[in-house]
């Protein structure tokens, strides 16, 4: 089923989509008895009463309903379809105008919503590869329940933006809340370089951000300066994280009240200092924290009063006027840098399972000034300019501040990292007056409208660095990179045994013996869940269990076994089991849980660990030539083979193989020969 014939369906079941009328059919609606003349004249007039409303602005900006469908009908997939349309559909208790209350405008208006690549034809999911074996369901959410969706997104030195790339970062802003996510932005001056007054600095830059989006058509923005309280004495939330909520939000309404008009609050990082009684500056990463906690429900005062049942209902009712979505921020220095990928930043970041590791490669800390605040718990104070402060300790602290916000939050929220630049870039046209005859070009992918729809990175993290995007593309505005951002999950941890960090994975010998699926760091019966979740088929598990039995490489679980490999080294045929030369490092299982197939990354990091971590060097592996699966991992392996007189395709990560050598030989010869051990072909190649 195509997604236009999915969206057909929508329509039915949220009448709000069909109920706003075409510019065509307002023109209509007397009767088909209607002249020529007189439809010219209706639709004359409504396209005056828009050019009017439009020039009530400096900038006229409309999404219709045309807008919102061909959103649906350009996102990568038709699973990525579905998880928005369940998430950020029509909200029928939602007081704010939706995108299908907007203004129409003709087909040939440029509505301003940025989907680069993504706006296209609708595509078949072959075209468009995601990791799974069989169609996920689309699910509903109650419409009569559904919270405000909210995206908390910082800012950092505005000021070193100019007027003109800040203007397409408000637009972006205003049709993410047009697209169903609702911004808070919070304004952060600091700049490493100068102080200058930093509460006159900070509020300066918010009216700026106000008055750029307020130059748009639409419900506007309003600087909020009075939200924020400090206490003399915080409580700590969580030891392990050691987050104080001394800076709080004093004034929730003040924030849900523009928020459920449409609005777009602009923070200042100031706060009402209650033993002082006066404003001071904050930390605007504290007031970030204080958001998240107080949309979550999790103040420690409502936590510490009242009984666990009560509190338990308090925290439902407010989380069930606000869903933190996303935590976005835009620095001028991009994603976390990798030293691993041609962009320099990392794609995809796995806190659970890779944030103390990429910290200790930033080797950087934050100043010895506030690490002493924050172990006393005393006041930090504002060092809107500290020239000490290196970029790589803004890396460190924006690393921080996102694992503190989504360990607050549930896993299904993640986190943006990307620059004004790459934001503001994506709403320009390449100029046309460069273009060659019949030479069609599109705006560049916007960052921020693509995670909204996917819920994830722009390229996938588990790509080759030698296959991802063309980092430079060149537009009207100063060539920048073409991915600079980084994307964050909570994530989940992995698990490896033998762990490749005391025990390199090298062919089993008398002194290296194989490990076994009995192994207590295993649990076998949801490993076999796993497996035949993820395929839809039965195992044979004692023929399974045999067959590996002395070849298992090794073992990479991810989370609560939502996905798991079973590496084992295997022997072509005719050649010596003894000889370590003759084994073939193979991957004999990759299952994802059908409830995580295509969301969360999971197919991703089990790759990324295995190629990483545990076979560098290579592996090789196969899979049916009808596999769904197969044009994902055509763009992750660095050679494939379709094997002939099989139904198989050879697939091998390793470099410098060519068809033909001893080492492809040695890996058809191994992906020929192992036996299938599905309990309804067992012993038959398939």
């Not at 637009?171 to 996510?181: D, I, K, N, P, S």
């Not at 046209?429 to 273009?435: D, F």
């Not at 796993?530 to 088929?537: C, M, P, T």
């Not at 990324?608 to 009808?626: E, H, I, L, T, Y």
Request: glycine share 6%; charged share 25%; proline share 8%.
């Amino acid at each position: 089923m195509r997604i236009s014939n999915y969206i057909s369906q929508i329509t039915l079941r949220h009448p709000s989509i069909r109920a706003l009328p075409s510019p065509r059919q307002l023109t209509t609606r007397s009767g088909p008895q209607q002249s020529p003349s007189q439809l010219e004249a209706a639709q004359a007039n409504y396209t005056s009463g828009l050019t009017e409303e439009a020039s009530k602005r400096k900038h006229g900006d409309t999404i219709s309903q045309d807008l919102f469908l061909d959103v649906l009908g350009s996102t990568a997939t038709k699973r990525e379809a579905k998880a928005y349309l369940s998430r950020f559909g029509p909200q029928k208790a939602s007081s704010h105008k939706s995108i299908l209350q907007m203004p129409i405008k003709s087909a040939k208006t440029d509505v301003g919503v940025n989907l680069g690549n993504l706006y296209l034809p609708i595509r078949a999911v072959e075209e468009k590869p995601v990791f799974s074996h069989t169609p996920a369901q689309p699910r509903f959410m109650d419409d009569t329940t559904e919270p405000l969706h909210v995206a908390l997104i910082k800012i950092r030195a505005p000021q070193s933006v100019d007027d003109r790339i800040l203007q397409g970062v408000g637009h972006t802003l205003l049709q993410l809340a047009r697209l169903g996510l609702s911004c808070v932005v919070v304004v952060d001056p600091d700049n490493g370089r100068g102080r200058n007054n930093g509460s006159k600095l900070a509020i300066g830059q918010a009216d700026r951000i106000v008055d750029t989006i307020n130059s748009y058509v639409g419900p506007g923005a309003r600087r909020i300066d009075s939200a924020i309280g400090i206490s003399s004495i915080g409580d700590q939330v969580s030891e392990s994280l050691k987050i104080l909520d001394r800076i709080r939000i004093i004034q929730r309404d003040q924030l849900l009240a523009p928020l459920r008009r449409g609005m777009i609050p602009v923070i200042v990082p100031v706060g009402f200092d209650m033993d002082v009684q006066k404003m001071v500056p904050v930390v605007a990463d504290d007031v970030v924290l204080a958001l998240t906690r107080e949309f979550a429900g999790l103040q420690s005062d409502a936590l510490a009063k009242g009984d666990p049942q009560e509190v338990a209902e308090r925290i439902i009712t407010l989380q069930k006027q606000v869903s933190i979505d996303r935590i976005i921020i835009l620095d001028p220095l991009g994603g976390i840098p990798a030293t691993d990928r041609m962009q320099e930043a990392h794609v995809f970041i796995n806190l659970e399972q890779e944030f103390e590791v990429i910290q200790r490669d930033l080797e950087a800390t934050p100043s010895q000034a506030i690490k002493a605040q924050e172990s006393s718990g005393a006041e930090r104070t504002v060092e809107w300019a500290d020239p000490t402060r290196s970029d790589t300790a803004f890396h460190v602290k924006n690393l921080e501040l996102l694992r503190d916000t989504l360990a607050l939050l549930p896993p299904s929220s993640s986190a943006f990292l990307t620059t004004p630049e790459a934001v503001a870039n994506s709403q320009s046209r390449p100029s046309l007056a460069s273009e060659g005859p019949r030479v069609q070009t599109r705006r560049q992918r916007n960052p921020l409208i693509h995670n909204l729809l996917t819920d994830k990175p722009v390229f996938s993290s588990s790509l080759p660095s030698h296959r991802s995007p063309n980092p430079v593309a060149a537009t009207s505005f100063p060539v920048v990179p073409l991915s600079p951002a980084t994307f964050f999950k909570r994530g989940m941890p992995v698990g490896i045994v033998p762990d490749p960090l005391d025990q390199a994975w090298t062919p089993p010998s008398p002194s290296h013996p194989s490990i076994d699926l009995s192994d207590p760091r295993i649990d076998l019966p949801r490993l076999i869940y796993l497996i035949e979740d993820s395929f839809n088929r039965k195992l044979d598990v004692a023929h399974y269990l045999s067959r590996i039995r002395d070849r298992i490489a090794g073992v990479i679980i991810a989370g609560e076994y939502e996905g798991g490999a079973i590496l084992t080294w295997e022997t072509p045929p005719g050649l010596s089991a003894e000889d370590p030369n003759h084994m073939v490092p193979y991957l004999d299982k990759f299952a994802v849980l059908k409830r995580s197939q295509g969301a969360g990354g999971v197919a991703d990091i089990l790759f990324k660990a295995m190629v990483r971590d545990c076979f560098p060097n290579g592996v090789c592996w196969r899979s049916r030539m009808d596999n769904p699966v197969n044009k994902w991992y055509f763009e992750r392996a660095r050679g494939t083979w379709k094997m002939p007189g099989t139904n198989w395709t050879m697939f091998w990560t390793t470099d410098g193989v060519e068809r033909g050598d001893g080492v492809f030989l040695q890996y058809e010869a191994v992906c020929k020969s192992v036996v299938p051990s599905w309990a309804d072909k067992k012993g038959v190649v398939d």
